[in-house]
T-cell receptor, first 109, second 120 residues
């Protein structure tokens, strides 16, 4: 079956760096997405990786290793507003998005 | 950027009534829209894929007669929850793929704001 694994919850300190991991097993691969979702709101797009390597976008970076079925989202200079759930999603060979359960990130002052 | 508008944001209804949720793409044409349901502390669950001018494709376990989807134009898809029951209470979210800008280019789906349904 298809499976996306990511930690349920993580805690970090304001100003620090946090890495959220995601491992996947899917039928085919057409890219991996990271979304941010604040409580009660719709997800917002953060990043898209389809080739191996690191994609940097401001304070957020996303890494992909297709051979390992692994990705991480790196958040630097954490701010209180970064407290949210971070969803990892993989597009399979049918161009269907397979979603992880999300990682709830708690930022402490 | 592209905007997807979803309405209503909140709806409370009595058990047995029907509720319609609208999803509109405001500045692009969406041949395909997706409807998701999200229960508290759980991930997004795809309910169905809505294609303009044709029948929706439902995911396994989703009742077609209960969750009616209509995609009559390139900018509007509607989800009707028929004979709603308390177990249908959930957060419903739509998303749309920009016809002129495929995922291969931007890797981005555009989401509506979501609709929180509470069935009493």
């Amino acid at each position: 079956g298809q499976n996306i694994d990511q930690p349920t919850e993580m805690t970090a300190t304001e100003g620090a760096i946090v890495q959220i991991n995601c491992t996947y097993q899917t039928s085919g691969f057409n890219g991996l997405f990271w979304y941010q979702q604040h409580a009660g709101e719709a997800p917002t797009f953060l990043s898209y990786n389809v080739l191996d390597g690191l994609e940097e976008k401001g304070r957020f970076s996303s890494f992909l290793s297709r051979s390992k079925g692994y990705s991480y989202l790196l958040l630097k200079e954490l701010q209180m507003k970064d407290s949210a759930s971070y969803l990892c999603a993989v597009m399979d060979s049918n161009y269907q998005l397979i979603w992880g359960a999300g990682t709830k990130l708690i930022i402490k002052p | 950027g592209a905007v997807v508008s979803q309405h209503p944001s909140w709806v409370i209804c009595k058990s047995g009534t029907s509720v319609k949720i609208e999803c509109r793409s405001l500045d692009f044409q969406a041949t395909t829209m997706f409807w998701y349901r999200q229960f508290p502390k759980q991930s997004l669950m795809l309910m169905a894929t809505s294609n303009e001018g044709s029948k929706a494709t439902y995911e396994q376990g989703v009742e077609k007669d209960k969750f009616l989807i209509n995609h009559a134009s390139l900018t509007l898809s509607t989800l009707t929850v028929t004979s709603a029951h308390p177990e249908d209470s959930s957060f419903y979210i739509c998303s749309a793929r920009d016809r002129g800008r495929g995922l291969e280019d931007t890797g981005e789906l555009f989401f509506g704001e979501g609709s929180r349904l509470t069935v009493l």
